[in-house]
């Protein structure tokens, strides 16, 4: 993956005019600088998950659908796909309907993460849009309420048989937290009544009883997987942790994020905006990820290095090899 920005790709927007090419805004998916961008279009949500920061120092805010299109067009020709959300639920937008259009204008494909609790009929039929490849739900609430009979898991498993149905092209990923020992707090585990439910309501010929502790993702159905992950520590939210100054992530090499406000960081995780490498409200967001800082990153964790001190306190960091 590209380590800068290239400079045949780079958008000019000068208030209303956009100086894009036509070959600009339709370059292939293979020789897009970066894998994805994190777009935070609201940083509010309607649950409240253990471990989640809210939104941390930062009021609760909503991105207009006039910002959120001048960020589509300038990262259009740059990222394989964005992801509407650093933290926040996106179908509480309340123009959320409005900002998939807009991805759809910009032919930019799109990723959901949802907690499932806002499956209105209406918003099934906006998730069904073309545009969205890939909607991931997560479903720990549902086994910290150890409840399978609630609403949203109701409205959850309606939306998947829609999708089967209307869109078999497009991934869903039901999303747990790996099983833990007792005194944690509980898992998904094999046999939990929740993964009972999912097995029987979608006739899903049953998972290998063993396979929780084997692998990361298993496919159910059609593009359905069940994907198992570890907990993991936001970063800043812990102030004991030694700084590392070996090792390597994907930020700014094949990510970085929006915040709600416009401001540019390196990575989804940096939720309060500790890297602040500019604000595309005043400043290109190509010119921005081009900076002397941004660049700096991305090269240090091409060595193995982590240059900021953000990154040197981050544990998700340590899941990569560098």
């Not at 394989?80 to 409005?98: A, C, I």
């Not at 159910?220 to 198992?228: C, E, F, G, K, P």
């Not at 400043?283 to 921005?288: C, D, E, L, M, S």
Request: proline share 7%.
């Amino acid at each position: 993956m590209s380590q800068t920005v290239s400079r045949s790709l780079i958008p000019t927007i000068d208030g209303d005019r956009d100086t894009r090419t036509k070959d600009s805004k339709n370059v292939p998916q293979s020789q897009k600088a970066y894998r994805q961008a994190y777009v935070e279009i609201i940083n509010r949500c309607n649950h409240s998950c253990p471990g989640c920061p809210g939104h941390g120092a930062r009021p609760a805010g909503t991105m207009t659908v006039e910002l959120f299109r001048s960020i589509a067009r300038q990262i259009a020709p740059l990222v394989e796909k964005v992801y509407l959300h650093v933290l926040g639920e996106p179908l509480l937008h309340p123009s959320f309907v409005e900002i998939i259009e807009v991805c759809s204008e910009e032919a930019l494909p799109v990723g959901i993460t949802t907690n499932g609790r806002c499956m209105s009929d209406a918003h099934v039929s906006t998730l069904l849009h073309p545009i969205i490849r890939q909607v991931n739900i997560s479903l720990h609430n549902l086994v910290q309420d150890n409840s399978v009979l609630t609403p949203h898991l109701n409205s959850i498993l309606a939306f998947t048989k829609r999708a089967f149905e209307e869109r078999p092209d497009l991934y869903i990923n039901y999303r747990f937290w790996k099983l833990r020992d007792a005194d944690e707090g509980p898992r998904i585990n094999p046999g939990h009544a929740l993964l009972d439910r999912i097995v029987g309501e979608l006739n899903i010929p049953n998972p290998d009883a063993g396979f929780m502790h084997k692998k990361r993702s298993q496919r159910l159905l059609n593009r359905l997987y069940l994907n198992i992950d570890s907990p993991f520590e936001w970063p800043g939210t812990t102030g004991d942790r030694p700084p590392a100054l070996r090792g390597t992530c994907h930020g700014m090499r094949s990510q970085f994020g929006v915040l709600v406000d416009g401001t540019v960081v390196p990575c989804c995780l940096d939720f309060d905006g500790a890297i602040e490498l500019g604000n595309c409200t005043d400043t290109p967001v190509a010119t921005i990820l081009d900076s002397d800082r941004a660049r700096s990153i991305a090269d240090g964790f091409s060595n193995g290095i982590r240059v900021e001190p953000f990154c040197q306190t981050c544990s998700f960091a340590d899941r990569f090899p560098s």
